[in-house]
């Protein structure tokens, strides 16, 4: 009987990877691991077989929504149904004009209005002058009003909604009573929010999702699950936050961007890869779970139709078989294929615009305070806990 290890391996301690992940590359890149909730899973941790199991259709969501209790998860609440979890083929049709809405064109055209938001807020910052926890002034409510402002959420809703959906993202800082009645307000707004869209249209996603030509139409339910799906994703919001504090921690790093700011789009993508932003966690940034459809063979293990599978893709960005060092953060990596944004067919349909929002985000606050730096020991910032994601709950900054 192969070794069951106990997923959430250890304590997380700020962005270090622990060195499990490392041995089970090497010595058990697909291993069977137990999670708080739900069955028992296999763990496949290697960047190849990873994108294998993101991309090959043999490897379910649909299934793994209908397991419904049985899934491995880290929350206590079962995976939600949304019409991106289902299977090819529903799953291009009813991807396509979400991602063509997320995508290249519309994410660099809605640039100038980010740069705007991002702007005043750090104005506002000025005035009051340091120490400034950044997290709280910056990186929460830059992204929540920049995707309001895009999806068509009302900025002064924008923050209040991210407010009101935080135990959405527990794994054990909010009971399920809790989460529940975050998720049933989340929808009670998004309900009334998509009626007075139907009447009175914007220029916003929102606006175009509910008025597409006939033969693409989704329904007003269709739409309130993507729309939940997007504003419930911070994931923008920690990364703004986890790559400051990066920076801070790697002075080498942080002198060679100021000096080629030219380069930050390059850089955000190796920050990117070395963020694990959600270890130890399945959903999101950490890859969702599968379903075997049929029996398979994956790095030497014999995988069996309806086992389910955790793709690692905190583990994936730092393979060496990949990445050379790969455990070293270097801003100046000739290449990075990394896939935090997910690989193949359900590859995150809002990776275009999450990268323009961090290349705003970042580009503004390192030009705009050139002598930007902690105003704390590294050790002494506050971390989440209990939270899916990992990123730290406060960052006093001065200049």
Same mark, same amino acid.
């Given at each position: 009987?192969?070794?069951? #290890?106990? #997923?959430?391996?250890? %304590? ?38 990873? *994108? ?15 397991? !419904? ?49 991002? &702007? ?28 309001? &402002?895009?999806?068509?959420? $009302?900025?002064?809703?924008?923050? *209040? ?9 527990? %794994? ?5 009573? =809790? ?59 920690? =990364? ?10 790697? $002075? ?12 930050? $789009? !390059? ?24 379903? /075997? ?11 069996? /139709? ?7 893709? /905190? ?22 294929? !990394?896939? %935090? ?17 961090? =290349? ?18 590294? =050790? ?20």
């Amino acid at each position: 009987m192969p070794k069951v #290890y106990r #997923y959430g391996f250890d %304590a997380p301690n700020r962005l270090e990877l622990t060195p499990l992940y490392a041995q089970l590359r090497s010595e058990e890149p697909v291993a069977r691991v137990e999670l708080p909730f739900g069955e028992e899973g296999w763990l496949v941790t290697r960047y190849a077989s990873v *994108k294998i199991v993101l991309a090959d259709q043999r490897f379910s969501r649909t299934a793994v929504v209908a397991a !419904h209790e049985r899934t491995p998860r880290s929350s206590p609440l079962p995976l939600r149904s949304n019409p991106l979890t289902v299977d090819p083929p529903e799953h291009t049709r009813l991807r396509q004009p979400v991602a063509t809405g997320l995508g290249r064109q519309p994410s660099e055209l809605f640039r100038p209005r980010a740069q705007q938001i991002a &702007d005043e807020l750090i104005d506002g910052i000025l005035a009051d002058g340091p120490p400034v926890d950044v997290v709280d002034a910056f990186a929460t409510q830059f992204p929540a009003m920049a995707m309001g &402002d895009f999806l068509g959420v $009302p900025q002064s809703d924008s923050v *209040k909604f991210r407010e009101w959906s935080t135990p959405t993202r527990s %794994a054990t800082a909010y009971t399920r009573e =809790q989460i529940e009645a975050s998720y049933a307000r989340m929808r009670e707004y998004l309900t009334s929010l998509v009626a007075r869209k139907r009447e009175q249209p914007g220029n916003d996603l929102l606006s175009s999702l509910l008025h597409l030509k006939s033969d693409r139409q989704y329904t007003d339910e269709e739409v309130i699950s993507i729309m939940a799906s997007l504003l419930l994703n911070d994931s923008v919001a920690n =990364q703004i936050a986890n790559c400051l504090y990066l920076l801070f921690t790697h $002075p080498d790093q942080l002198a060679w961007l100021r000096e080629h700011m030219s380069k930050l $789009p !390059h850089a955000v993508e190796e920050l990117l890869r070395f963020v694990p932003l959600s270890p130890d966690s399945p959903g999101a940034a950490q890859g969702h779970v599968r379903m /075997a459809t049929e029996d398979l063979t994956l790095e030497g293990a014999t995988i069996r /139709a309806g086992d389910f599978v955790v793709p690692s893709i /905190a583990s994936a960005n730092r393979d060496e078989q990949a990445f050379a060092e790969a455990h070293r953060l270097d801003l100046t990596r000739p290449r990075c294929p !990394h896939i %935090a944004f997910g690989h193949g067919y359900r590859r995150c349909p809002g990776d275009k615009v999450s990268r323009m929002l961090m =290349q705003v985000a970042l580009g503004s606050l390192l030009t705009r305070f050139p002598s930007l730096q902690l105003a704390v020991l590294a =050790q002494e910032v506050p971390w989440k806990f209990g939270m899916i994601t990992r990123s730290p709950e406060k960052l006093l900054i001065r200049w």
